[in-house]
């Protein structure tokens, strides 16, 4: 009997913590921002500016 009882909470572990790992998941894509690709390549390449981006043609 104590068996069953092991299994059943290892059963309800399992389930319980895959539950709780995809609402976390899905709690971060829900402040996600959407944008165009030129603010996107901007958001990637912090660390430059738009005037060097204009004397390479981007």
């Known amino acids: 009997m104590?068996?069953?009882g092991i299994f059943v909470l290892f059963v309800?572990?399992?389930?319980?913590?895959?539950l709780l790992l995809w609402?976390?998941?899905d709690?971060?894509?829900r402040d996600r921002?959407?944008?165009?690709?030129?603010?996107?390549?901007k958001?990637?390449?912090r660390d430059t500016d738009e005037d060097e981006d204009?004397?390479?043609g981007f």
């Open 43 to 45: 958001a990637a390449r």
């Open 12 to 18: 309800l572990l399992s389930v319980g913590g895959g």
């Open 2 to 4: 104590p068996a069953i």
């Open 54 to 56: 204009e004397r390479r």
């Open 33 to 41: 921002q959407v944008m165009d690709r030129g603010s996107a390549e």
């Open 27 to 29: 709690s971060e894509k």
């Open 23 to 25: 609402g976390a998941v």
